[in-house]
């Protein structure tokens, strides 16, 4: 009896779980033309009790609903996993224009009934379909290059989601392709360079996947290449290069062929068409003058938060003052905040991190500022309040934020202490130690008397004023450096080199494990990064021209700023291109390697900020 149980308790468990894992999905193309013939339908990953059909209102039914099934096993690390999928198919027709709803179906699994996703489904005009068009166009020539397809059959477009914007404002940039014949493969992709604009690519599907558009009145299956987010660095009209592309699509044969081609399929071949978009000209408008002085560049919609880790410590230990700008726009172009410290507080450059995510048209999350802090004398300081100015293009407007002042209370530091606790020795305790330490002697000692007093001796007037000359230099080379450490255009050209080998050192092993992408990343972070720190040039402005007239400023040479040009575009082809060859990679990384080391020797003690 207790068997019994057992085994209907596990039965219903099995059967209430597999209810619960339960799902149906619905099928069907979003676009279709009148009179055109289609596909619906219904997936279960289970097999049901019962199905509940939809009722299908503005489709003629010609066939279903057939049903089908599968079951797939697979073995992973010796873990074997088994599926099935039920499948419930309908053929509709179009017979009007508009737009309709299927409502969603039904289906009993267990003791549970399922429901699927509603479909919604536009018609449009009946248009002569692509094979006629190209097999009409395909008769006309006997070229294997091309058979003459026409534009509207088969192009590429680069489209944005505003034609008007202001700088750093985001704008979303698309590559698409539209067709309406069998494309078998692309070749020689050549991606605007977005010159104007710092661009950015959201992370996609390397396959394109088609969908069904309607442009014009026509069906095209349209696919999706590359999503962009632009962030414009001028005011200007700027022209979006075109983008180009080799599609190899397969369209009517054009010379004659057999019977027994056409009877197996033969009537096809394959064809090569360059595709190139049209230019696009958005118009970038300045920022209203004039600017607030506490503005760094941000643009979009921001939410402030300013923190403190400890409101009391001792003199000489460390607190970090951090700054948290939250919310979408440019977030990783906003520049370091100045902000004001007491003079007794030694500071150092902050530590900036984001968590920026890329979303539709805009990029959102948070960028932080982390200043660590240590006051050097005792008393109670009070940080006043920090304020952020950004602009925003919605409003059309500056806003400014605000944060609450900080009191910090210092305590004096005690670790060093005047009073020292010494031991006591007895006389047999001292022992002779080199010629150093002996027994106090009881004798009386024969004293001799010297001519002249060490201490007004002309030796001791020279050493004297030779430490004090000593000390003089050492404070005024002190006072040097302190004054040179608090110069930012000094502290980031110092460091423009040291940063820069960081980043390529992180590159050489990147180009070691073959990873394309993040080598292309890191190698256009280092001679971007470095060009910005030695020529004292704020992230958000830094573009190839004014890079180019500051470097000829320093009397850098044209051949040089050509190299340094075509490294940068490389690596932003290379960040949108498929894997690439670890010669080009090996080629790219020895070339900016040699570059930065010769702009060093040419830019060290000369840059003019």
Not at 42 to 66: H, Q, R, V, W
Not at 168 to 183: L, N, W
Not at 221 to 241: C, H, M, S
Not at 596 to 605: A, D, G, Q, V
Request: charged share 25%; net charge positive.
């Amino acid at each position: 009896m207790k068997k019994l149980i057992g085994i209907i308790f596990l039965t219903a468990l099995s059967q209430l779980l597999v209810a619960q894992d339960a799902t149906i999905e619905a099928y069907a193309p979003n676009l279709v033309e009148v009179g055109e013939q289609f596909s619906l339908s219904y997936t279960l990953n289970t097999k049901p009790k019962e199905f509940i059909p939809p009722s299908i209102t503005g489709f003629d039914i010609l066939a279903g609903p057939s049903t089908s099934s599968s079951t797939s096993i697979e073995v992973i690390n010796g873990k074997v996993t088994q599926s099935h999928t039920f499948t419930y198919s309908y053929v509709l027709v179009a017979n009007k224009e508009g737009k309709f709803t299927i409502d969603p179906a039904e289906a009993v699994v267990g003791n549970k009934r399922i429901r699927s996703n509603p479909i919604s489904i536009e018609v449009i005009k009946s248009s002569p379909t692509s094979s006629q068009t190209t097999a009409s166009t395909g008769r006309q020539s006997a070229n294997a290059e091309s058979n003459n397809l026409p534009d509207d059959e088969l192009f590429v477009t680069v489209e944005v989601n505003r034609k008007s914007a202001y700088i750093g404002q985001p704008i979303e940039a698309v590559i698409k392709i539209y067709t309406r014949v069998g494309i078998l493969n692309f070749e020689d992709a050549k991606f605007p360079s977005f010159e104007g604009f710092w661009s950015q690519e959201q992370k996609s599907s390397p396959n394109v996947n088609f969908h069904r558009a309607n442009v014009n009145g026509k069906i095209y299956n349209a696919g999706e290449i590359r999503r962009y987010v632009l962030f414009p660095q001028k005011a200007d009209k700027i022209t979006i290069d075109p983008f180009e592309l080799i599609v190899i699509y397969q369209g009517r044969a054009t010379r004659p062929r057999s019977i027994f081609d056409e009877f197996f399929g033969g009537g096809y071949e394959t064809f090569r068409k360059r595709l190139v978009s049209k230019p696009i000209t958005i118009n970038i408008k300045p920022l209203p003058k004039p600017e607030p002085k506490d503005f760094v560049g941000a643009v979009g919609k921001f939410k402030l938060d300013v923190s403190v880790d400890k409101t009391e410590v001792k003199a000489n230990d460390a607190f970090t003052y951090k700054i948290k700008v939250s919310g979408s726009g440019n977030l990783k172009l906003i520049g370091a905040p100045k902000v004001k410290f007491p003079s007794s507080f030694e500071v150092f450059d902050p530590k900036i991190s984001d968590n920026v995510k890329l979303s539709g048209s805009n990029a959102s999350g948070s960028k932080t500022f982390e200043y660590v802090c240590i006051p050097r004398a005792a008393g109670e300081y009070s940080l006043e309040p920090f304020t952020f100015s950004f602009f925003d293009p919605v409003k059309e407007k500056y806003v400014t934020l605000k944060s609450k002042p900080f009191n910090i209370k210092v305590l004096a530091d005690s670790s060093a202490s005047n009073n020292m606790v010494v031991a006591s020795y007895g006389k047999e305790d001292i022992k002779y130690v080199g010629k150093d330490i002996r027994y106090i002697k009881t004798s009386s000692s024969k004293f001799k008397t010297r001519n002249s007093f060490w201490i007004i001796s002309g030796y001791y007037q020279f050493l004297y004023l030779l430490l004090l000359a000593i000390f003089i230099v050492l404070s005024y080379v002190y006072r040097k450096y302190r004054s040179k450490m608090q110069d930012v255009a000094f502290v980031r050209n110092r460091r423009a080199s040291k940063i820069a080998q960081k980043r390529l050192k992180l590159a050489k092993e990147l180009l070691e494990d073959n990873k394309s992408a993040e080598f292309f990343e890191e190698i256009h972070k280092a001679i971007w990064g470095y060009i910005a720190d030695k020529l004292n040039l704020s992230l958000a402005t830094l573009n190839l021209e004014n890079v180019t007239e500051n470097l000829r400023k320093n009397s850098i040479d044209d051949e040089k700023i050509e190299q340094l040009r075509s490294i940068i575009e490389t690596c932003e082809y290379a960040r949108f291109a498929p894997v690439a060859q670890h010669s080009q990679m090996t080629d790219i990384y020895d070339r900016t390697f040699k570059l930065i080391e010769e702009l060093e020797s040419l830019l060290k003690n000369k840059v003019k900020n």
